[in-house]
């Protein structure tokens, strides 16, 4: 039935599972035919006037843009293009945006590899090679979160990026907001220690 | 922009709070454009193909059914016509059909009486009224949860069926499976109490 | 160390872990002396002023009544004796006293009999066969806790009961005070079902 | 009641509420004389045998040490004199300790000033103002909480040690172990960005 197709495609979506899913079904049929039609409108085009940034790869809304293919942040000329930081997703790159305490480019992986290393296919190591080769940033920031994850594609980053003579940093690790020394692992104590000011 | 009116869209789904709406607009724009295709198909078709039944207001899909407008359980001759079970929304009828302890008809009422006792106009008493007027089951079984709005629309419903002179029950109080002595509240104990045997 | 020692005694407390421990000690460390002799004579003087009703088998704080080794319940006259109430720990117990729905008299198991069937020797089935032949009440009503466990020994406390030939009834079962239709098992469904009215 | 007096004791007890108070009382008369003997001589022995050291202010339990008063980590000559790290509580250098990270000094001040500044004659400002001004660390480090009243004690601590011309540090902050950068706060990704190498 088509429902349950549609339950299926449902679940792909980020943190959905089986009974929400049917609830979304469900929520489709009590609402009107003008929701719903506008809905689908909305999906068709927003992911197709959806166009990934050709500099740094995050999704963004095509604008009449002066350079075409590029991004917000990336065609601003005021961004300082000798700061390279690679984030994980675009959610990410969104919240730092959202901060506005950094001044210069991204680059979103789109992934991160696997502890057992999998998953170098799926996230864009090729594409950062050749846009550091290209442009040359003076340095590169790791962003990544500070999970094993994390930690692992930081490290291959830095392997494949050596030839290329690039300075990379990787975000300070310290005390989060509200971390509560009493609860606060090895690891987090010695780098708050070690980065202590 | 596009995006922000289709996260507007999102928020509508039920449990969907802003930053998911922005990770299922993300989730969409990595996606191919075959999936987006094949979703936004999938949801005009369901919708397309759900219909009401007319007689127990539930949504359901329509396939070749003997009885136009009737939902499986309405047109199936072998469920009991003459027990008659009110629940607050599609789901729960769902979730008493998967226990298969039930063998009679149901009444979709679309939602409770909020505490204040607004929401009459929204949920379908006029159509249990014309229901119950007309099919006169030997007894109606009253399925909302055990919340204060449900009471209250259980207390409503009697009220405005009182002149049919029907048969009304509630669904047994006492202890759901799990609950603990220590942390009952008086009237679960209480009716379990009464409800002993 | 007495510490670790100390440390190791508060872990038998209900619901008390290593951390709690730890902190309890270094909480008593920077009290006063006063009120760390306080807390220790009111332990002993509680201990030893706890009786254990010779009747129901829960504890109490002796006081001056006139009926010596009863607590309030048993030895209260207009509490009815022809209904004695299974209930498996003292805080059960106190919390159906709390709701003020119940005039009958208690019976304390003191645990409840594992999936396995084990536990038989920690749980006072001896005392309560002795006490049901002895005072043959008019009705028996099983009030352990809605859990596998908890109809185990409502199973076995029936086996052994049943040459005594008394009336052994149990809490009914249903929704408990804010159960959702939507997310109730099937258990419970059924049991609300059968026990409507 | 006794029993009563007693729940309130517990209700001192960190992280202690009525329903536990209560349980652990239930607890103590349904435990052999034996254990409730021993708890309490734990308890008063305990209590007797912790000294609070006379130069961080911790409390320890005594044993036979060569310099009397002094708890271990001051009384350890290997131990860096130069570097005395400030912290809130006792367990918060245990856990520290246990990290085997640091090997200065301690000083716990025995709480943190509340937002509204209150709480100075309930810390241990005057003792480290002492002890700084006698013994001139090379370093301080402050490493309270990274909460709003962890960043004002710092503040007023390093108003009140000024004037003894003392270099004053902080624990670095930045991502805490398995931070995710998506739900960072602005704070955490400034100083993780100010704070990367």
Redo the contacts between chains.
């Keep these: 039935?088509?429902?349950d197709?549609?339950i299926e495609?449902f679940l792909?979506?980020?943190?959905i599972g089986p009974r929400?899913a049917?609830?979304?079904?469900?929520?489709?049929?009590?609402?009107s035919?003008d929701?719903?039609?506008?809905?689908?409108r909305?999906?068709?085009?927003?992911?197709s006037?959806?166009r990934?940034c050709k500099s740094c790869f995050r999704?963004y809304?095509e604008?009449n843009s002066a350079r075409e293919n590029l991004c917000r942040v990336c065609a601003d000329p005021n961004r300082d293009s000798d700061l390279l930081m690679i984030?994980?997703?675009?959610?990410?790159l969104?919240?730092?945006e959202?901060?506005?305490?950094?001044g210069g480019k991204y680059f979103v992986l789109?992934g991160l590899l696997s502890l057992g290393g999998n998953g170098k296919a799926d996230i864009r190591l090729k594409q950062l090679f050749d846009k550091v080769e290209k442009e040359k940033p003076a340095e590169i920031?790791l962003?990544?979160?500070?999970?094993l994850e994390g930690e692992n594609t930081n490290l291959y980053i830095e392997r494949i990026l050596e030839p290329l003579k690039v300075k990379i940093?990787?975000?300070?690790?310290?005390?989060?907001?509200?971390?509560?020394?009493?609860?606060?692992?090895?690891?987090?104590?010695?780098?708050?220690?070690?980065?202590?000011?």
């Design positions: 039935m088509n429902s197709k549609l495609a792909k979506f980020p943190g929400q049917k609830r979304f079904v469900y929520f489709l049929a009590g609402e035919k929701y719903v039609d506008q809905l689908t909305l999906i068709l085009e927003t992911k006037g959806m990934q999704y809304e604008q984030v994980e997703k675009d959610v990410d969104e919240n730092i959202r901060t506005g305490v950094y789109g920031i962003a990544t979160s500070a999970t940093s990787r975000l300070g690790r310290g005390l989060s907001t509200g971390a509560e020394l009493e609860y606060s692992d090895t690891e987090t104590i010695s780098n708050a220690l070690n980065g202590r000011k």
